[in-house]
């Protein structure tokens, strides 16, 4: 059973950052791709970014310049670095692990409000 556990949300001014955490286990993480998605308030959950097992990234293109993803294999953790924030970055954030099941983690909040 994979477990995933979300972590580093909160309240941030406009143009703060954030780091978020998401710490894995239960699974070969090293050979894993772990995703981070978002759902805003009304809206469906949204592709953010991507790293696979050898490190190879991949964003959406609204974070693409903003956001970074990254993982420590040591601490089965992935990290998103989330720069330049704005209102609209405002949702619930997840990982995923996919596999022949999608596993989720349950979600941080983050709301970016002056």
């Known amino acids: 059973q994979v477990q995933l556990v979300e972590s580093g949300g909160g309240l941030v001014q406009p143009g703060g950052s954030l780091r978020l955490s998401c710490a894995v286990s239960?699974?070969?993480?090293?050979?894993?791709?772990v995703s981070w998605h978002r759902q805003a308030p009304g809206k469906q959950r949204e592709f953010l970014a991507v790293?696979?097992?050898?490190?190879?990234?991949n964003y959406a293109d609204a974070v693409k310049d903003r956001f970074t993803i990254s993982r420590d294999s040591a601490k089965n953790t992935v990290y998103l670095q989330m720069n330049s924030l704005k209102p609209e970055d405002t949702g619930v954030y997840y990982c995923?692990?996919?596999?022949?099941?999608?596993?989720w983690g349950q979600g941080t909040q983050v709301t970016v409000s002056s």
């Open positions: 995923k692990v996919p596999g022949a099941v999608d596993y």
């Open positions: 239960g699974s070969r993480f090293s050979i894993n791709a």
């Open positions: 790293i696979t097992s050898r490190g190879t990234t």
